[in-house]
């Protein structure tokens, strides 16, 4: 079943496509025909909703619900869309657990966004957690890329540097990329590179495939166990990123196709834990209370683009939970 949102104004569609884009959808790419033009997104989340909305906007073309409105609103104010009504700003964000706004795109047509600040469990909230930001802004990274099965390893690394750029590391200069043989040597090189402390972080991006001998179970546990001990004594966050699968089909699943790009998902975790570590060095802060950054928990999986990989969600859409 698919969804379709019609827009009517071509420049709504364009800035539509521009801002689902900006809140983690997923895009499949364009496609123009001769009377109509589409875009598929893919959510993170899909559920089909049906509500009734007794003080809706009729103009509204869409309805979305996400996980971090706070960090949206920066997202909308940045693309220089129009925001007509915001329910429960950012003043007071500790007061209020939702936020509702209203986007009009170039054209007059009208998106509405709601979305939750905190989760409830139990009988009462979560206090504001101390978690990362998903920005690389000002960051260095360094990426272990193995040469063997370079054919997956390298869509991975695509999806990588790809989820760096969406993120805010625009310096090229802050990535260095090395190559090595194999899996097995990537804990060596990451150590290495870790022990400079010239990095916030450290990707692993490799490929393993089972064949007829053990030698695949040996290689496996020996990279899990070198990646994880270099992470631990150095310090360093480590982001893992080695395929191991059984056939070629899967591991070509994992780097671009139906399971996402492993790579993308790996540079996302690089990023939050090398800022979560700042934050608790540097005293630590409520990101959740200050509603002030992007939350990891809402673009987890709606990142990764056709072969390379795509960003992030990911906020969550949904009001119509798309």
């Given at each position: 079943m698919h969804l379709g949102v019609e827009v009517r104004e071509e420049k709504d569609f364009r800035a539509l496509r521009k801002l689902l884009g900006a809140l983690g959808?997923?895009?499949r790419g364009?496609?123009?025909?001769?009377t109509y033009a589409v875009e598929?997104?893919?959510?993170?989340?899909?559920?089909?909703?049906?509500?009734?909305?007794k003080d809706s906007d009729p103009k509204a073309c869409l309805e979305l619900t996400i996980s971090d409105p706070d960090t949206a609103v920066?997202?909308?104010k940045k693309m220089g869309l129009e925001i007509v009504g915001d329910d429960h700003s950012a003043a007071r964000p500790n007061q209020h657990f939702s936020r509702r706004f209203r986007v009009r795109l170039p054209?007059?047509?009208?998106v509405n966004i709601t979305g939750f600040r905190t989760h409830k469990t139990g009988k009462g909230w979560d206090p504001a957690?101390?978690?990362g930001t998903l920005s690389a802004a000002g960051k260095k990274f360094a990426i272990v890329a193995s040469r063997f099965n370079s054919f997956i390893v390298e869509r991975l690394l695509g999806g990588a540097l790809d989820c760096l750029h969406r993120t805010g590391l625009e310096d090229r200069d802050s990535i260095d990329i090395v190559r090595v043989p194999g899996a097995f040597e990537i804990p060596s090189a990451a150590r290495t590179l870790a022990e400079t402390r010239k990095y916030d972080a450290i990707i692993a991006l490799g490929c393993l495939l089972r064949g007829d001998t053990a030698h695949y179970d040996v290689i496996v546990n020996e990279v899990t166990r070198g990646i994880g001990q270099s992470a631990q004594e150095t310090g360093v966050p480590h982001a893992f990123g080695v395929l191991?699968?059984?056939?070629?089909?899967q591991a070509i699943d994992r780097a671009g196709l139906k399971m996402g790009n492993k790579g993308f998902e790996a540079a996302l975790a690089a990023i939050e834990m090398a800022d979560l570590k700042k934050a608790?060095?540097?005293?630590?802060?409520?990101?959740?209370?200050?509603?002030?950054s992007r939350s990891a928990r809402g673009i987890r999986r709606d990142q990764q683009n056709d072969p390379a990989g795509k960003s992030r969600s990911r906020l969550r859409p949904g009001k119509k939970k798309t």
């Open positions: 959808l997923r895009s364009l496609e123009d025909y001769k598929y997104f893919l959510p993170s989340v899909a559920a089909l909703e049906v509500f009734h909305g920066e997202v909308v054209g007059g047509t009208i957690a101390l978690e191991t699968c059984d056939t070629l089909e608790v060095i540097g005293g630590g802060r409520s990101l959740a209370g200050k509603g002030s």
